[in-house]
């Protein structure tokens, strides 16, 4: 590659890390604000029925997208008529599914407890994968091309009227409905955003050989995705079955608010570097070479950011909800550090993914799915266990067993990595320590601020600030180049 086309690369990369950072950035802004002010309003029941919905939810939007929008993106040239197939097929999947969860609705009721309040509000929740399929070709049109500028707008755009709509039922007293009318009206913006800015559309014709071209690596997706998408849903469904919907809302306010940090890093460097290492598959030394800086660069934001959200989770939750939601705050904590070896986890699927070797992505899905299996089996005997002071004692053991569960398989998975990539484990664990030891020094000043007896809000403004200062102190004193290209892409114009 020439110097040239080395440079104008880098600018791409950066151009598309900047817009994927301020994308979630002001995503999560504005879903917090909106969060903060629903979890004030609303009951733990009315969190409990939707988090009920979105288990089945979760998985309609799989089938959906059934694994070839990745496909598209690991395929080198697709055509026009690539992506007008895989629309279509989207959309009919999409509505068949909707057409089978509708008439289901009632059996949904009767898993949680029998609860026929589900029925109305899933029929109209599941509206929103439909709406959602229309955009997935759009979507993966701009993250393929690297520019994912008008995807940060669209999600901005719908985020703020979808607050609005959101905001308006929860004051009107219309309780779960809220929650659901703001999901579909997201949805339904971010469509029309994308297809109203986008040049593109689709031809009015159907490829059977172009879909069974991007059935290989789309299936062992499809199927890495189900597996994975069955453990990150059956905890809802368990709670909710087994100990009530109450139990369910803490789970749920716990789960939401670390994924926002969790699956933001992930989404940030998906949208990144999965292109860019698909780009580059075929050079072995360069992909190699690749792959260190993005598990650098990855451990650089990932430690710091969950370590910091840890220790600060008391006083953020009381800033945030009062005491309401006190009872979340050590599963918001077990889930966090979990999130740590999830977001490791994706970026070594990613790098598997980007050369095209799904059998391996099933194969480490399965492996992951079995420990949590072995965990489940071992910890949801005690699930619905609970006290006068603590209504979640059995979810905290039940959590803490997929803790263990997903360590031991983040190991798996990186063993994976190290036999198709060309790197050794040494250089991979040396890529992650410096940055897990500079968080952990960094964290001290923070801990000892927890006992100082002042309010809330300035306990967190006190910790974000000490640690910043400590982190990213160090950093500058070692002369870290993963910190001084993290800040050059920030600054980066394009």
């Known amino acids: 590659m020439s110097e040239t086309e080395s440079d104008g690369l880098k600018l791409k990369v950066a151009r598309t890390l900047k817009w994927n ?133 669209s999600n901005s755009i719908g985020l703020v009227i979808a607050a609005v709509v959101g905001i308006y039922l929860a004051v009107a007293g219309f309780g779960a409905w809220a929650i659901v009318w703001q999901t579909i009206t997201l949805s339904t913006v971010k469509s029309l955003v994308l297809w109203f800015s986008s040049s593109w559309r689709p031809l009015l014709r159907f490829s059977v050989p172009v879909l069974r071209s991007y059935f290989a690596v789309g299936s062992g997706v499809m199927v890495t995705s189900l597996l994975n998408t069955v453990f990150q849903n059956i905890y809802s469904f368990l709670i909710g079955n087994r100990a009530g919907l109450i139990p369910l809302g803490y789970f749920t306010q716990a789960d939401k608010w670390s994924k926002m940090g969790v699956m933001s890093i992930s989404q940030v460097l998906t949208s990144t570097f999965l292109p860019l290492l698909s780009g580059v598959q075929d050079d072995r030394e360069r ?4 792959c260190g800086k993005t598990h650098r660069f990855t451990s650089y934001l990932l430690f710091p950011a969950m370590g910091l959200l840890i220790v600060t989770a008391t006083p953020l939750f009381h800033t945030l909800f009062s005491s309401k939601w006190d009872a ?155 910190q001084k290209e993290v800040i050059s892409y920030i600054l980066k114009r394009s």
Do not use: H
């Open 328 to 482: 979340s705050i050590l599963l918001f904590q077990i889930l966090l550090i979990r999130g740590i070896f999830t977001v490791l986890s994706l970026l070594y699927s990613n790098f598997i993914l980007s050369l095209g070797k799904s059998r391996v992505l099933v194969i480490t899905e399965a492996i992951r799915d079995v420990a949590a299996l072995v965990a489940i089996a071992f910890t949801v005997a005690g699930i619905s266990d609970s006290t006068e002071t603590d209504p979640v004692a059995g979810l905290k053991i039940f959590l803490c067993g997929q803790l263990v569960a997903t360590i031991a398989t983040w190991g798996v998975s990186l063993w994976f990595v190290v036999s198709l990539t060309a790197r050794s484990l040494v250089r991979y664990l040396l890529d992650m320590a410096p940055y897990a030891a500079l968080t952990a020094i960094a964290l001290v000043i923070p801990v000892l601020i927890l006992d100082t007896g002042i309010p809330p809000i300035a306990i967190c403004l006190l910790q974000g600030v000490s640690f910043a200062t400590v982190y990213l102190g160090i950093n500058f004193l070692l002369r870290s180049k993963i």
């Open 21 to 153: 950072v301020i994308d979630r950035v002001s995503s999560q802004l504005l879903y917090a604000v909106t969060g903060i002010v629903l979890a004030r309003m609303l009951s733990q029941e009315d969190f409990g029925l939707v988090g009920a919905i979105l288990v089945f939810q979760a998985f309609a939007s799989l089938f959906v997208d059934s694994g070839f929008s990745s496909a598209l993106i690991q395929r080198k040239s697709p055509t026009r008529l690539d992506y007008s197939t895989v629309l279509w097929f989207n959309l009919g999947v999409a509505v068949a599914i909707y057409i089978a969860l509708f008439f289901l609705a009632p059996w949904i009721a009767k898993v949680f407890q029998g609860d026929m309040r589900i029925v109305p509000l899933s029929r109209v929740m599941f509206l929103s994968f439909i709406i959602n399929a229309s955009a997935i070709v759009q979507t993966n049109l701009l993250m393929k091309r690297m520019d994912v500028r008008m995807i940060a707008v």
């Open 287 to 290: 992909f190699a070479r690749i």
